[in-house]
């Protein structure tokens, strides 16, 4: 009995250390390379390029627990850039702009939901589907041409940049409370604990009772939510409207959970742990930037990297298993 | 293949009834022609001939859309070929441009003979196809997560070798020939290799062993273990060969611009998806054919050609495959089921 | 209304007032009582109260309370009634053990009652009331819960999790931690402290997965808790546990139906019995007045006129296939031979092996041992097998020996595809001849060769499957289960088929639950159980049955 319960804490104790471990490695070496990795505008600079991953990671790993995937946050992120740029220049105050886009995040991720679990097709078509439709009409709204949107009003910075409070911008404390607030819906909410059973043993779960159609609905809308949110953090990063500047995100989000340890068959994961493997990637792009890896060295790595985190997986796996 | 269809046809007409297949593929050639009955009309000037030629010639789709096609019928994806389309074209671009101490990296390759460069690049996306089936087959990995991390893998081979750009000089004068030799009036080599090859997949499908243990795979992998098909080498093979399809296609293309870019190919695993859905291959395994998926190339073709001459924005295109394939799973879902009921 | 000392429970109160409707003469004490919920309604208190008193009353022998009660039950499948007119009663907290050979109803009755099929005609009462359930879902919120023998319980979640999922209190989509969680905690330390609510169900063994089950279906207040098989995965401990935790069920209120073919575990634990032969009821009685096992076998087969087996000759040729002391997570050291010509039976029931020894002999599982074929070693890959000269007929032909949206031309030739084919290329017309030939042998019922699986009939789909194997003319055949949910006109059809096989020089192993088709078919029979190989068993007319079920329930 207490040979078992010593085996389940050291499992989880592993694969929690484990992630930070990576994350302590990683900064270890670029810092070595590089003193001033662990300076304060590094830190800076990285947690803010980590704000938009950050906000989509969590609700991505929760639908991935559910056993579902969503690869449209990519074009939802470029589409929600191109909508709050618009809105903004049209005059509207950016809180409402802001307010106006994550109602756009809500009904794409509503989109989303609808075609997967009332049409029934299938998540991985389903959600390119929208990626494209996303993307096409970030591209129709922007101007020919550039394809860009510029020229966003006065302080639209502010929100990603802004030295709001030890240093960092208010982006980063809407990640933090965004991530928090799913944490809570992961342990504390009904929904959360179907999220689970759902992607554990879907038939048991609906013969207890649960509402599957509803469960995994509300979950694609929140990552829809999330995936907005994290376009206007970006619009305000760039002070642009850019409708495919999310493109490669739903990899990033899927190899920032393969390596946080959610297993991709579902019913376990951890959205803390997603948030630590976002940064753990955040630092190596940064690192290799400073290293000197030129930028169009990204695409190779990050196959890598997923295919390192895949291997991972499956040793961990089969350790445990043994 | 044509024979077979008109023989189900003689067949429904004697109250036989026609295979849910035929009844797709011809329901989509009727498609096909609707839609290029409104094209003709709404389109002006949609009758050139030089249009109709270049509807013929969306070959890239169709080369990679058999590879696509086949894993579909066994049960899997494969949304690595944009990247192996890329990777194709700017090796085959290095290993032909001729060395040179030239000012800028870019402009020096390695100077092998074209046969010999083609040979070696499309041996490298074979390996991305082996790589493929490792993790698919015998790590037994969902094959979305595994090929998306094949396409970034094989785009950043081209990224970083095209050094985020294109290789275009110095490259031998054959290199373009693919894509610019003529014969008869606009059919150039590179239509040739596609109809070639299209035959060779309805062969395949059709008449071999390796195309029915697709269809077995895809319609109960447990059965077909249990009856003693190879499984995981048809498997393994059809990865590759996906692979190598998409390494022909980025050859042709490369050889079309005389250039080896590493943005070619950006978008094309959904293309190919698209034209695959689009030609009554169901996602679930088991049903589909090469000859719907062309079919479904020519639809996208004439949709895609209408929107850019009627003078919408290009951007209007991912639009119109996002709510392609959306309206194509669901239509042919209904029609199959109202058939089979 | 005395004054007592001790403060009244609203059961007694219940009770009183029954009593007192009895001896007033409103009502006779044999008349079917109201359902709970009329009697709950009229006086104005709770179900529970009133159950608790009608358990008291029926203790006292003063009224008879069936919790469940099955009148002229009729379920008709295609060609087969399978279950046949039974009616009998399920007594109030009692464990009534329902037992029947393969093919007996059994599982079709329970499938009713777990809403997994829906009767032909007949009724059925719970708790005085008409039950019907359309899908698993409704009948378990209608109080009839079911342990399957694939185990409903989410790995990932803990057994507090387990036990309160779809019955959570929720506050504001929140999560709390109510009396109504605390009570099903306690019904939990009640049947099993040794279960911590805080630990994930995946650590748990299966036993003790099984005992989440129980307890939340107790937990719930399900009034009937059917469990099938449920020792089939369990040791000795296990298995006392298990009893003593549907002893102490009795005492929560909750009626348990067991079904086993384990004969000694239904005089262990059971109260009452109903055995059922061939879609129909034979007897429900206390297990008390059982007399022994020999009486349930005797119930349980009746007189029923096998066949006759007709004695082979069978050639004293070498033996074609040799298994040597192979063993698996599930079987013990097995060792037999087969000679070509012969049709050696595998007999067990629910749990005793077959499949795991069918699968392994033709390779599709790990084993350890050796299997000689042709004196030759065989394999362990199902492509080697066929290669060798063995084809299987699986266990469930519709996920294991099918392809569903495939056409019966094109299922056919799958095992032995270098027949249509020649270098690599297919011959369309040796494929329809292939189907042709067969659908005409096997007399398969279909207007088109180019018909989908999907849409043929169960007997006519295992035609198809016997056709695949057939067509790759091996020497051995493995049959696992062959005429399992097929109508009376195509077992017969099979049977011959196999009985020609085998005169052809052709091997078969034959595995099977249904006993009259082993005695009927099987030259030499092995008696399977609990993974072991327990006796074996030359056909003739001296074999008696009585004798084989004994065996084969775990008899020595």
């Known amino acids: ?322 | 293949m044509m024979h077979t269809l008109i023989t189900e046809v003689r067949q429904k007409a004697n109250g036989k009834g026609m295979s849910n297949l035929s009844f797709i593929t011809l329901a989509m050639f009727g498609v096909l022609v609707a839609v290029f009955g409104v094209a003709s009309l709404l389109v002006p000037r949609f009758f050139d001939i030089n249009n109709v030629s270049n509807l013929i010639a969306q070959q890239a789709d169709i080369i990679i859309g058999i590879g696509v096609t086949f894993l579909m019928i066994s049960g899997y994806f494969d949304l690595s070929v944009g990247g192996i389309i890329a990777m194709a074209a700017v090796l085959s671009a290095y290993f032909s441009q001729a060395p040179s101490a030239a000012s800028f990296e870019l402009g020096s390759g390695l100077g092998i003979p074209y046969g010999l460069a083609l040979v070696l690049t499309l041996i490298c996306c074979v390996g991305i196809g082996a790589i493929n089936a490792f993790f698919i087959v015998k790590m037994k990995i969902a094959s979305v997560i595994v090929t998306l991390g094949t396409l970034a893998f094989s785009r950043g081979i081209a990224m970083i070798v095209a050094q985020g750009d294109q290789r275009n000089t110095g490259l031998p004068p054959i290199f373009k020939e693919c894509g610019s030799f003529t014969f008869v009036g606009t059919l150039n080599l590179a239509v040739l290799i596609m109809i070639v090859l299209l035959i060779g997949a309805l062969i395949v499908e059709k008449k071999t062993v390796f195309g029915r243990r697709m269809y077995q795979i895809g319609a109960n992998q447990t059965a077909a273990r249990l009856s003693g098909v190879k499984v995981d080498r048809e498997l393994s093979l059809l990865y590759m060969l996906s692979a190598l399809l998409g390494g022909i296609s980025g050859i042709v293309m490369a050889s079309k611009f005389n250039s080896g870019n590493c943005a070619l190919g950006t978008g094309y695993e959904f293309d190919a998806l698209v034209v695959t859905v689009l030609g009554g291959t169901s996602v679930f395994g088991g049903f589909g054919s090469v000859a719907g998926m062309v079919i479904g190339a020519f639809i996208l073709g004439i949709l895609s050609t209408s929107v850019n001459m009627l003078g919408f924005p290009p951007s209007l295109q991912m639009l119109v495959r996002a709510l392609v394939i959306i309206v194509a799973i669901l239509a042919q879902r209904f029609a199959l089921d109202r058939r089979n009921v | 209304m005395d004054h007592k000392i001790r403060p009244q429970t609203v059961a007694e109160a219940v009770i009183e007032r029954i009593l007192a409707e009895i001896s007033a003469g409103q009502l006779q004490p044999d008349q079917r009582l109201p359902p709970q919920r009329e009697i709950a309604r009229r006086l104005g208190v709770s179900n529970s109260s009133v159950r608790e008193a009608l358990q008291s009353l029926q203790t006292m022998g003063v009224v008879d309370d069936y919790v469940l009660e099955i009148r002229n039950l009729v379920k008709d499948f295609p060609g087969v009634r399978a279950v046949d007119d039974v009616s009998f009663n399920v007594r109030r907290n009692t464990v009534h053990c329902l037992v029947g050979e393969n093919g007996a109803g059994k599982s079709t009755l329970i499938k009713i009652l777990t809403g997994a099929y829906l009767r032909t005609s007949g009724t059925i009462l719970l708790n005085g009331t008409e039950y019907v359930a359309y899908n698993p879902r409704e009948a378990r919120q209608k109080g009839i819960a079911t342990l399957f023998q694939e185990l409903n319980v989410v790995d990932q979640l803990t057994v507090e999790d387990n036990l309160t999922l779809g019955v959570e209190d929720v506050k504001f989509g929140f999560l709390t931690k109510s009396r109504k969680i605390r009570q099903m905690l306690e019904v939990l330390r009640s049947i099993e402290p040794s279960i911590e609510p805080k630990q994930k169900v995946g650590k748990l063994s299966v036993a003790k997965k099984q005992i989440v089950e129980i307890a939340k279906a107790a937990a719930s207040e399900a009034d009937i808790i059917i469990m099938d098989e449920p020792t089939a995965a369990l040791s000795e401990g296990e298995i006392k546990r298990l009893f003593r935790i549907i002893r102490g069920l009795k005492e929560k209120n909750v009626t348990v139906i067991y079904i086993s073919h384990r004969l000694d575990e239904i005089f262990e634990i059971g109260d009452v019995v109903t055995v059922m032969r061939d879609g129909k009821h034979i007897a429900t009685k206390p297990v008390a007045e059982v007399k022994d096992r020999a009486e349930l076998i005797k119930m349980m087969i009746g007189k029923a006129v096998f066949e006759q087996y007709v004695p082979r000759e069978i050639g004293a040729e070498a033996a074609l296939l040799e298994v040597r002391h192979l063993t698996t997570d599930k079987l013990h050291d097995i060792s037999f031979a087969v000679r070509p010509g012969e049709i050696v039976g595998f007999y067990g029931l629910v749990g005793a092996g077959k499949t795991e020894l069918a699968r392994a002999i033709f390779g599709a599982d790990r084993y350890s041992g050796e299997i000689y074929f042709k004196n030759r070693k065989l394999a362990c890959h199902p492509a080697g097998a066929i290669e060798a000269g063995i084809a299987l007929v699986p266990e469930e032909r519709r996920t294991q020996g099918l392809f569903p949206i495939l056409t019966i031309r094109d299922n056919i030739p799958v095992m032995s595809m270098a027949k249509v084919a020649c270098g690599g290329f297919v011959d369309s017309a040796k494929e329809r001849e292939a189907a042709e030939q067969f659908v005409k042998a096997l007399n398969i019922v279909t207007s088109s060769i180019e018909k989908q699986m999907f849409k043929l009939s169960g007997g006519n789909q295992q035609k198809v499957v016997f056709s695949k194997c057939l067509f790759a003319d091996t020497d051995l055949l493995i049959l696992d289960e062959p005429t399992r949910g097929i109508d009376v006109g195509a077992k017969s059809e099979i049977y011959s088929i196999i009985r020609e096989l085998a005169a052809q020089g052709k091997a078969i192993v034959f595995f099977s639950s249904e006993l009259p088709e082993i005695l009927n078919s099987c030259d030499r029979i092995f008696l399977l159980y609990d993974g072991r190989l327990k006796a074996e068993i030359q056909n003739g007319p001296h074999v008696d049955s009585e004798k084989i079920i004994h065996i084969v329930t775990g008899g020595e």
């Open chain 1, 1 to 322: 009995m207490n040979a078992m319960l010593r085996k389940v804490s050291v499992k989880a104790v592993v694969s929690n250390l484990y992630v930070i471990g990576v994350l302590a490695i990683i900064v270890l070496v670029f810092t070595l390379i590089s003193p001033k990795f662990v300076g304060l505008p590094n830190i800076i600079n990285i947690l803010r390029q980590s704000v938009p991953a950050i906000m989509i990671g969590g609700a991505f790993t929760l639908l991935m627990i559910s056993g579902n995937i969503d690869l449209s946050v990519g074009g939802i992120v470029g589409l929600t850039t191109v909508t709050y740029a618009l809105v903004g220049k049209a005059g509207l105050p950016l809180f409402w702009a802001g307010v106006v886009t994550l109602a756009l995040g809500i009904v794409v991720g509503a989109l989303n939901g609808f075609l997967v679990v009332r049409l029934r097709i299938v998540p991985v078509i389903a959600t390119l589907a929208t990626m494209n439709l996303c993307i096409g009409v970030g591209k129709l709204l922007a101007p020919k041409g550039i394809g860009v949107i510029k020229g966003l009003p006065e302080g639209v910075e502010l929100f990603a940049r802004s030295r709001f409070f030890l240093h960092m911008p208010p982006a980063l404390y809407a990640a933090i409370a965004i991530t928090i607030l799913l944490v809570i819906f992961h342990k504390r909410m009904v929904l959360g604990k179907y999220t689970a059973a759902i992607g554990g043993n879907k038939t048991a779960a609906e013969l207890a009772g649960v509402n599957v159609v509803q469960t995994v609905w509300i979950l694609y809308i929140m990552v829809g939510f999330c995936a907005a949110f994290g376009g206007i953090a970006r619009a305000s990063y760039l002070s642009l409207g850019d409708p495919i500047t999310g493109m490669g995100m739903e990899m990033d989000a899927i190899i920032a959970v393969l390596l946080g340890g959610t297993s991709f068959f579902g019913g376990e994961g951890s959205v803390v742990r997603t948030v630590v493997a976002v940064l753990i990637l955040t630092c190596l792009a940064a690192g290799l930037q400073v290293v000197g890896m030129p930028p169009y060295w990204q695409s190779l790595v990050k196959g890598v990297v997923l295919i390192i985190a895949l291997v991972i997986d499956i040793l961990v796996k089969e350790k445990i298993v043994d």
